[in-house]
């Protein structure tokens, strides 16, 4: 009788679920075809769908089952290991669907704000705030998960309490072991919310030009012009000096200078230039100069300034201007190129060395040339007689 007892316990517990399962399957389908038509005219909704779908289907299968198997399960033993494992299984199911309409709830925010528009300071900001709040709730989700289920075991209270009041040492150890985490998790809101840098700045970093890709609660990336990826901690832009060059606006000045012959035209060169940038959509018409900043050593130095909506941008306008004014000089200005000029001096002037020895003044010297002279260089340079050591007796 038992054995028919416990399988009638088990068929009725798998039918209950099954039929719970089931149950949940119609909600989704019922929920799921609402909003399918609420999509026609609201984009958003097809959106929530695709996020949350699959932890919605998941976190009511799990409350339906649980209800079934609190009705069906009438065993004094296993009811209570049941409850605990659907608990927990709810736990999980619910904090996955929380999360999913919390980042859909985000990324409803960040639709508004688009970052590839000429004007994007305020949408970056915001980008930015999002996307570290995004992670902070995602963060808290998951700690509030363990906890709930933590709490779930009986007598968690108690050895939490226990290990929390037998480590204060060990609390002490890990606190200064993650003070450098902790400071760049700090740093990365600080520069979130104080709109120091944002996504998609433009930044000079450790001699480096290059794009804001990444902020995160401990490191900043920065996509570097060559596609390489520069990874600093959060911490690095909250201690250490570093440009942005978009912290107020995208627009930026940029110089071309050219070293030229002291025969150019200043002023044909300015007409030039004019109708260089005229030709081009990368000048944003705002400035335009050309100015001789100096006139030493042999040449005449021209600097020009000119303008674009942002870093790219300028670099290619710059290049274009190089490249377009070095081909006005060849053509129609050649005396304006540098040259090296050597100025000769008159012959008549100059004076031609002698390679013949200058005549004997009679001015007598160690080794001069006269015939006292001529002796003595003898008894260094002649042939020198032995003399044999008995003749020096």
Same mark, same amino acid.
């Given at each position: 009788?038992?054995?028919?007892?416990?399988?009638?316990?088990?068929?009725?517990?798998?039918?209950?679920?099954?039929?719970?399962?089931?149950?949940?399957?119609?909600?989704?389908?019922?929920?799921?075809?609402?909003?399918?038509?609420?999509? @026609?005219?609201?984009?958003?909704?097809?959106?929530?769908?695709?996020?949350? @779908?699959?932890?919605?289907?998941?976190?009511?299968?799990?409350?339906?089952?649980?209800?079934?198997?609190?009705?069906?399960?009438?065993?004094?033993?296993?009811?209570?290991?049941?409850?605990?494992?659907?608990?927990? !299984?709810?736990?999980?199911?619910?904090?996955?669907?929380?999360?999913?309409? &919390?980042?859909?709830?985000?990324?409803?925010?960040? #639709?508004?704000?688009?970052?590839?528009?000429?004007?994007?300071?305020?949408?970056?900001?915001? *980008?930015?705030?999002?996307?570290?709040?995004?992670?902070?709730?995602?963060?808290?989700?998951?700690?509030?998960?363990?906890? /709930?289920?933590?709490?779930?075991?009986?007598? #968690?209270?108690?050895?939490?309490?226990?290990?929390? #009041? /037998?480590? =204060?040492?060990?609390?002490?150890?890990? =606190?200064?072991?993650?003070?450098?985490?902790?400071?760049?998790?700090?740093? =990365?809101?600080? !520069?979130?919310?104080?709109?120091?840098? *944002?996504?998609?700045?433009?930044?000079?970093?450790?001699?480096?030009?290059?794009? %804001?890709?990444?902020?995160?609660?401990?490191?900043?990336?920065?996509?570097?012009?060559?596609? @390489?990826?520069?990874?600093?901690?959060?911490?690095?832009?909250?201690?250490?000096?570093?440009?942005?060059?978009?912290?107020?606006?995208?627009?930026?000045?940029?110089? &071309?200078?050219?070293?030229?012959?002291? @025969?150019?035209?200043?002023?044909?060169?300015?007409?030039?230039?004019?109708?260089?940038?005229?030709?081009?959509?990368?000048?944003?018409?705002?400035?335009?100069?050309?100015?001789?900043?100096?006139?030493?050593?042999?040449? &005449?130095?021209?600097?020009?300034?000119? /303008?674009?909506?942002?870093?790219?941008?300028?670099?290619?306008?710059?290049?274009? %201007?190089?490249?377009?004014?070095?081909?006005?000089?060849?053509?129609?200005?050649?005396? /304006?190129?540098?040259?090296?000029?050597?100025?000769?001096?008159?012959?008549?002037?100059?004076?031609?060395?002698?390679?013949?020895?200058?005549?004997?003044?009679?001015?007598?010297?160690?080794?001069?040339?006269?015939?006292?002279?001529?002796?003595? =260089?003898?008894?260094?340079?002649?042939?020198?007689?032995?003399?044999?050591?008995?003749?020096?007796?």
């Amino acid at each position: 009788m038992l054995t028919d007892f416990l399988q009638t316990e088990l068929a009725r517990v798998i039918v209950g679920a099954i039929l719970a399962a089931a149950a949940a399957v119609v909600v989704v389908l019922v929920v799921a075809l609402v909003f399918r038509v609420a999509a @026609r005219h609201r984009p958003w909704a097809r959106q929530l769908v695709d996020r949350a @779908r699959r932890s919605f289907r998941a976190a009511l299968i799990v409350i339906f089952v649980w209800i079934s198997l609190g009705i069906t399960v009438t065993d004094e033993t296993a009811g209570p290991l049941v409850a605990l494992v659907m608990r927990i !299984l709810c736990i999980v199911a619910v904090a996955w669907f929380v999360g999913a309409i &919390v980042i859909f709830l985000e990324d409803l925010g960040l #639709a508004k704000y688009r970052i590839d528009t000429p004007d994007n300071r305020v949408a970056r900001r915001v *980008r930015t705030q999002v996307l570290i709040l995004r992670r902070l709730s995602i963060v808290v989700i998951v700690i509030v998960a363990l906890g /709930s289920v933590l709490l779930s075991f009986p007598g #968690a209270q108690t050895f939490g309490t226990s290990l929390l #009041a /037998s480590a =204060g040492l060990l609390s002490i150890i890990a =606190g200064l072991a993650v003070q450098s985490s902790l400071s760049n998790v700090f740093s =990365g809101m600080q !520069l979130a919310f104080s709109d120091a840098i *944002r996504v998609d700045d433009v930044v000079i970093v450790e001699g480096e030009w290059g794009r %804001v890709e990444e902020i995160t609660l401990t490191y900043v990336v920065v996509h570097i012009w060559d596609d @390489r990826r520069m990874i600093l901690p959060s911490t690095y832009f909250t201690s250490k000096p570093y440009q942005n060059w978009t912290r107020r606006n995208s627009e930026l000045l940029g110089s &071309v200078e050219f070293d030229l012959d002291w @025969r150019v035209t200043p002023q044909h060169m300015r007409e030039e230039l004019d109708r260089v940038l005229s030709r081009t959509p990368l000048w944003d018409k705002r400035v335009s100069v050309l100015q001789v900043t100096d006139a030493t050593g042999g040449y &005449v130095r021209i600097r020009i300034l000119v /303008s674009a909506v942002d870093a790219p941008a300028l670099f290619d306008l710059r290049c274009f %201007v190089r490249e377009e004014l070095v081909t006005w000089l060849h053509e129609q200005s050649p005396v /304006s190129l540098p040259r090296v000029r050597v100025q000769p001096t008159d012959v008549a002037d100059m004076r031609k060395p002698s390679l013949e020895p200058e005549p004997n003044t009679g001015a007598g010297g160690l080794f001069s040339g006269d015939p006292e002279a001529e002796s003595r =260089g003898n008894l260094f340079t002649g042939r020198i007689d032995v003399v044999p050591e008995e003749d020096r007796r």
